[in-house]
């Protein structure tokens, strides 16, 4: 994206840390630290989206709800449109929630079963404008749900009474039902079919374009995030090792943490998918209690060596608009 356009949100050294009770029987044990995420940094634009993606455990949801101040930052910065969030007041945060909704990743277990679609889809216009008619309400409840897909007949039905993919679209109506400016999408397709995640990230890109959507959109799979993102950042261990557009990503990774997830993309052309070659990562993922010095992934690097033991790597630039945090690259 241009730099001469001014980021609507933007996300320096955010860190957020959790205690740990020590698993010893002694009650006067000291508690340990664990860095979910650790230093990430990066700009965002309206009407784009920033994919995430990275291993289970690298911090990606924990980043997400850190945005919003779900889990509050250890520290850091969040300025949204020219507002540092992390200290904001529990009122100030209200006035900037309606501007920032967030889909979670399990389409069923974030809808209230006790509620129907119309509840759940004006619970937002119920908190954020009191002053609206129930008249009102139910006409942009019944305009959000043809625009995600639903149907005005499926209005006073229960969450269980719908699919896994109808349930995405009820909390995707829930979001947008406010027109806020950014959506944070946390893995909101890894827990459907493929034909139903080609739906809803469809549904979402049309919908962004639509509206002009800056969003956010974590997963895990690298060929799902390549459809919709702009940018990608790929994340290990809380720390952000490459932030790079979607194309120069794809084409010319410069991280080897990066190299080996592209590397293990199928391909559906059987010839091109027997001759590839994978690059296996070696060992397990540290655990992120006791995290390697120096470079996070020095562990698993196959082009890891003394410098990374010592120095921490930055995301330094290595290309046009691509960052690594790799003293290789």
């Known amino acids: 994206m241009s730099d001469t356009r001014q980021p609507i949100l933007s996300v320096r050294d ?35 989206t920033l994919g ?47 501007d920032i909704q967030m889909i979670f990743q399990d389409p069923l277990a974030c809808l209230n079963p006790r509620m129907t679609v119309a509840q759940i889809i004006a619970e937002p216009l ?45 909390g995707i109506a829930r979001a947008l039902i406010l027109e806020p400016k950014l959506i944070v999408c946390d893995e909101p397709v890894s827990a459907l079919d493929v034909s139903i995640q080609a739906q809803i990230i469809n549904l979402l890109k049309a919908l962004q374009k639509e509206m ?22 790929v994340m290990y261990l809380g720390r952000a090792m490459e932030l ?28 091109l998918e027997r001759n590839k070659v994978i690059q296996l990562l070696q060992g397990d993922l540290p655990s992120p209690m006791s995290p390697p010095s120096g470079c996070v992934f ?5 082009k890891a060596h003394a410098q990374c033991t010592s120095e921490v790597p930055q995301l330094k630039s290595s290309g046009v608009a691509t960052l690594a945090a790799c003293h290789s690259a």
């Open 126 to 170: 119920r908190t954020h404008h009191p002053e609206l008619s129930s008249d009102a309400v139910m006409l942009k409840v019944r305009a959000m749900m043809a625009r995600v897909g639903l149907t005005a007949q499926q209005i006073n039905r229960y969450p269980h009474e719908f699919s896994g993919g109808q349930c995405q679209r009820i």
């Open 212 to 233: 002009g959507l800056a969003l956010i959109f974590i997963a895990h799979d690298l060929a799902v995030v390549r459809h919709i993102s702009h940018r990608i950042m």
């Open 52 to 98: 995430v993606v990275g291993e289970s455990g690298c911090g990606k949801s924990t980043l997400a709800r850190a945005l919003l101040n779900l889990n509050p930052a250890s520290s850091g910065s969040v300025v949204w449109q020219g507002q540092e969030m992390t200290t904001a007041s529990p009122a100030q945060w209200l006035s900037v929630r309606k």
């Open 298 to 302: 020095r562990t698993r690097c196959p």
């Open 14 to 48: 955010l860190k957020v840390q959790f205690n740990i009770k020590s698993d010893s029987a002694w009650p006067w044990s000291p508690s340990r630290s664990l860095k979910a995420v650790n230093g990430v940094s990066f700009d965002l634009y309206a009407g784009e």
């Open 244 to 271: 790079a557009p979607k194309q120069a990503l794809y084409s010319d990774p410069r991280h080897p943490y990066t190299q080996a997830l592209l590397s293990a993309i199928p391909i559906p052309d059987p010839d």
